[in-house]
């Protein structure tokens, strides 16, 4: 059996992980912090252009 780690931290996932997509790829994180936090990457990562 392979081991899952949350994508934000690295800590190993429980049997419910949470999914989080982020730039167009589904990844699992361990807790609803670790998903805000790849939330706000996703969208900083995104970036806005002002021209």
């Avoid at 609803?32 to 706000?40: H, I, K, S």
Wanted: aromatic letters at 0%; charged letters at 25%.
């Amino acid at each position: 059996m392979t081991e899952n780690t949350c994508a934000a931290c690295d800590c190993q996932l429980d049997a419910n992980p949470i999914r989080v997509k982020v730039g167009g790829k589904t990844v699992e994180v361990c807790c609803e912090e670790c998903a805000q936090a790849l939330n706000e990457a996703g969208a900083s990562a995104a970036g806005t252009r002002e021209d």
